[in-house]
C-alpha cells in the first residue's frame, strides 16, 4: 500500500519527487530563497558518498584541502572563459559591515582561481608536481529556478583541482577520474548505469579544453548531468602564471585538470530507484542497512534483536533497532520510506514458531529464516541480492528508455511519446545542436567515444557525421 504522504509517481513525477525527499526527512526549504535545509538523514547519506569518495581518491594520492569561500573580482577576470561562463550565476558581496568593499567578492561559484592563484605560489619544479589536490564544501550559483538535491543556489559538492608536469599525465588523469571514480561510483555503489562521454563544445566547461561528462538517466527519461571531468591544458596557467623548471631546467606553464561531483547525486538515486512508498536505497550506499524492529517488549523479543544487532555490527554491517513506542504498522512504513534496505521483524509469536521474518526494501519480498540461523550470512546475501538487482532493473530500465534516430521526424515521433536517451549521429555543427534543441528543448548530453556513426549521416542535415551523439531533456 502506498504511502499516503506520497503522490504516485506515474501521476506526478515532480510532486512524486519532492513528496519523497520530504517524507524521508532528507532536506526540507529554508528561508532562503533557492536554499535546501540538508535534514540528518540526508546529510548521513551525503557523509556515506563522502566516505566512499574519500576512500577511492586518498587511495589514488589525493589530499583534501580547504580555499575561501570569497573570491576578489579581479583575481576572477584573469581567465576569461570562465567569469562569462559563470557571469549570470554569480552573487557579489559589496559590503563588509557597514563599510563598501573597496573591491566586490563573488561568492564561489567553482574555484579553479583560487587553486590557480595557490598553485602559481608553491609550484616552483617538476620535483613539487603532480599536485592532486581535492575539497569538500557548498558553492553558490544564482539559480532560477531550484529544486532539492538537483538544482540549487547552494548546494554541496566536491571539487578537485590538480597539477601536472605533461599534458598526457593531465590528460590520464581527466580520463582517471572519470572512469575509476565516477563510474565506479555510480556502477558499484548508486547501482545506476550511467553513460560516460565527451561533452560538445557549446556544453564545455568555461575555460576547459574538454570535458568529460558522466550522465545518469531517470525512471521519466530526463537525463541528469552527474559528474564532469574537465582537462584544462595550460589555458589556467598561463593565466595565472603557473610556471615550473622542467627536466631540461626551462620555465614551462603546468597542465591542469579539475573534476566535480555534487549532492545532486541524492537526487539521481531517489528518481532511479524510489517508488511509491517512499525511499530505495541502493545496500552499498544506504547508512543504515538493516533495522530490526522488535515487536512488543517481551524479554525473548528484545534479547535476540540486541544479539543480532551485536553480530552485524561485528561483521561491518551498519544496524539499528526502533525501541520506540511507535505502532509496528507505523516502524515499517518508517522504514519503509527511509529506503533501509533490510527491515528485520521479531515477534513473539513468530518465535514460538521457530523464525523471524526479513523483509526487503526493493521487492517487499518476506523472508521467513529460523531465528537462530546466520543472521549476518543471511542479511549479506539479502544486501548482495538487492545491490545486483537493482543495477540490473536501472539497466533495462534505461534500456528500454533508449531510442536511436535518423532524422529530425523520427527525433519528434520519440519526444511525442516520451523522453530518454536518444542516439543520433551529429556532423559537429553548432548549427545543427541548436536546431535540435528546438525539439522539446533537447540537447547533447555526450558524444560516444569509440563509437561509428550510426548511418554516417547527421541526424539533422543530412550531411556527413562526424560523431554518435546521445541527446536528451535534462533536470
Same mark, same amino acid.
Given at each position: 500500500?502506498?504511502?499516503?504522504?506520497?503522490?504516485?509517481?506515474?501521476?506526478?513525477?515532480?510532486?512524486?519527487?519532492?513528496?519523497?525527499?520530504?517524507?524521508?526527512?532528507?532536506?526540507?526549504?529554508?528561508?532562503?530563497?533557492?536554499?535546501?535545509?540538508?535534514?540528518?538523514?540526508?546529510?548521513?547519506?551525503?557523509?556515506?558518498?563522502?566516505?566512499?569518495?574519500?576512500?577511492? +581518491?586518498?587511495?589514488?594520492?589525493?589530499?583534501?584541502?580547504?580555499?575561501?569561500?570569497?573570491?576578489?573580482?579581479?583575481?576572477?577576470?584573469?581567465?576569461?572563459?570562465?567569469?562569462?561562463?559563470?557571469?549570470?550565476?554569480?552573487?557579489?558581496?559589496?559590503?563588509?559591515?557597514?563599510?563598501?568593499?573597496?573591491?566586490?567578492?563573488?561568492?564561489?561559484?567553482?574555484?579553479?582561481?583560487?587553486?590557480?592563484?595557490?598553485?602559481?605560489?608553491?609550484?616552483?619544479?617538476?620535483?613539487?608536481?603532480?599536485?592532486?589536490?581535492?575539497?569538500?564544501?557548498?558553492?553558490?550559483?544564482?539559480?532560477?529556478?531550484?529544486?532539492?538535491?538537483?538544482?540549487?543556489?547552494?548546494?554541496?559538492?566536491?571539487?578537485?583541482?590538480?597539477?601536472?608536469?605533461?599534458?598526457?599525465?593531465?590528460?590520464?588523469?581527466?580520463?582517471?577520474?572519470?572512469?575509476?571514480?565516477?563510474?565506479?561510483?555510480?556502477?558499484?555503489?548508486?547501482?545506476?548505469?550511467?553513460?560516460?562521454?565527451?561533452?560538445?563544445?557549446?556544453?564545455?566547461?568555461?575555460?576547459?579544453?574538454?570535458?568529460?561528462?558522466?550522465?545518469?538517466?531517470?525512471?521519466?527519461?530526463?537525463?541528469?548531468?552527474?559528474?564532469?571531468?574537465?582537462?584544462?591544458?595550460?589555458?589556467?596557467?598561463?593565466?595565472?602564471?603557473?610556471?615550473?623548471?622542467?627536466?631540461?631546467?626551462?620555465?614551462?606553464?603546468?597542465?591542469?585538470?579539475?573534476?566535480?561531483?555534487?549532492?545532486?547525486?541524492?537526487?539521481?538515486?531517489?528518481?532511479?530507484?524510489?517508488?511509491?512508498?517512499? +525511499?530505495?536505497?541502493?545496500?552499498?550506499?544506504?547508512?543504515?542497512?538493516?533495522?530490526?524492529?522488535?515487536?512488543?517488549?517481551?524479554?525473548?523479543?528484545?534479547?535476540?534483536?540486541?544479539?543480532?544487532?551485536?553480530? +552485524?555490527?561485528?561483521?561491518?554491517?551498519?544496524?539499528?533497532?526502533?525501541?520506540?513506542?511507535?505502532?509496528?504498522?507505523?516502524?515499517?512504513?518508517?522504514?519503509?520510506?527511509?529506503?533501509?534496505?533490510?527491515?528485520?521483524?521479531?515477534?513473539?509469536?513468530?518465535?514460538?514458531?521457530?523464525?523471524?521474518?526479513?523483509?526487503?526494501?526493493?521487492?517487499?519480498?518476506?523472508?521467513?529464516?529460523?531465528?537462530?540461523?546466520?543472521?549476518?550470512?543471511?542479511?549479506?546475501?539479502?544486501?548482495?541480492?538487492?545491490?545486483?538487482?537493482?543495477?540490473?532493473?536501472?539497466?533495462?530500465?534505461?534500456?528500454?528508455?533508449?531510442?536511436?534516430?535518423?532524422?529530425?521526424?523520427?527525433?519528434k515521433k520519440i519526444m511525442d511519446k516520451g523522453p530518454g536517451f536518444i542516439k543520433a549521429d551529429w556532423c559537429g555543427s553548432p548549427l545543427c545542436e541548436a536546431k535540435m534543441k528546438e525539439i522539446k528543448g533537447l540537447k547533447s548530453r555526450c558524444i560516444l567515444e569509440n563509437s561509428k556513426p550510426l548511418t554516417g549521416k547527421c541526424?539533422?542535415?543530412?550531411?556527413?557525421?562526424?560523431?554518435?551523439?546521445?541527446?536528451?531533456?535534462?533536470?
Open positions: 500500500m502506498a504511502n499516503k504522504k506520497i503522490v504516485s509517481r506515474d501521476v506526478d513525477f515532480a510532486k512524486w519527487y519532492t513528496d519523497v525527499v520530504a517524507a524521508a526527512h532528507l532536506a526540507s526549504y529554508s528561508n532562503v530563497k533557492g536554499c535546501i535545509i540538508l535534514e540528518p538523514y540526508g546529510y548521513l547519506i551525503w557523509e556515506k558518498i563522502q566516505e566512499v569518495m574519500n576512500k577511492m +581518491l586518498k587511495e589514488s594520492g589525493h589530499q583534501n584541502m580547504a580555499m575561501p569561500m570569497l573570491i576578489p573580482e579581479s583575481l576572477m577576470k584573469k581567465e576569461s572563459e570562465l567569469i562569462n561562463g559563470f557571469a549570470p550565476e554569480v552573487a557579489w558581496v559589496t559590503e563588509g559591515g557597514t563599510n563598501k568593499l573597496e573591491e566586490r567578492m563573488c561568492i564561489r561559484p567553482t574555484s579553479e582561481t583560487l587553486f590557480s592563484d595557490y598553485y602559481s605560489n608553491i609550484v616552483k619544479s617538476y620535483r613539487d608536481l603532480p599536485i592532486k589536490y581535492n575539497q569538500w564544501c557548498t558553492v553558490m550559483r544564482w539559480e532560477k529556478e531550484t529544486r532539492p538535491f538537483l538544482r540549487g543556489r547552494e548546494f554541496w559538492w566536491q571539487e578537485g583541482h590538480t597539477v601536472h608536469e605533461t599534458k598526457e599525465e593531465a590528460e590520464a588523469e581527466t580520463r582517471f577520474i572519470m572512469d575509476n571514480v565516477y563510474k565506479k561510483l555510480f556502477y558499484d555503489y548508486f547501482a545506476i548505469p550511467a553513460i560516460t562521454g565527451i561533452k560538445t563544445k557549446s556544453e564545455t566547461f568555461a575555460g576547459a579544453e574538454y570535458s568529460i561528462t558522466i550522465e545518469a538517466l531517470m525512471h521519466n527519461g530526463v537525463s541528469l548531468q552527474s559528474g564532469t571531468s574537465h582537462y584544462f591544458g595550460q589555458k589556467f596557467s598561463k593565466a595565472y602564471d603557473i610556471k615550473f623548471l622542467n627536466r631540461e631546467n626551462k620555465l614551462e606553464y603546468a597542465y591542469q585538470t579539475s573534476w566535480g561531483t555534487t549532492s545532486r547525486m541524492i537526487g539521481a538515486i531517489i528518481m532511479v530507484h524510489s517508488d511509491d512508498d517512499g +525511499l530505495v536505497l541502493p545496500p552499498k550506499i544506504a547508512p543504515i542497512k538493516a533495522i530490526i524492529i522488535p515487536i512488543g517488549s517481551d524479554e525473548a523479543v528484545l534479547e535476540l534483536a540486541n544479539s543480532y544487532k551485536e553480530q +552485524l555490527e561485528k561483521n561491518c554491517i551498519e544496524v539499528s533497532i526502533d525501541n520506540s513506542d511507535k505502532s509496528p504498522g507505523y516502524k515499517f512504513a518508517e522504514a519503509e520510506v527511509k529506503g533501509i534496505p533490510v527491515r528485520i521483524e521479531i515477534g513473539l509469536r513468530d518465535l514460538e514458531k521457530g523464525y523471524v521474518t526479513l523483509v526487503r526494501r526493493d521487492t517487499k519480498e518476506k523472508i521467513e529464516v529460523p531465528y537462530d540461523a546466520d543472521i549476518v550470512g543471511t542479511v549479506k546475501n539479502i544486501l548482495d541480492n538487492m545491490q545486483k538487482d537493482m543495477l540490473e532493473r536501472a539497466t533495462i530500465h534505461r534500456d528500454k528508455l533508449t531510442y536511436i534516430a535518423t532524422n529530425l521526424e523520427e527525433v541526424v539533422v542535415c543530412q550531411e556527413k557525421a562526424r560523431d554518435l551523439v546521445v541527446w536528451g531533456i535534462q533536470y
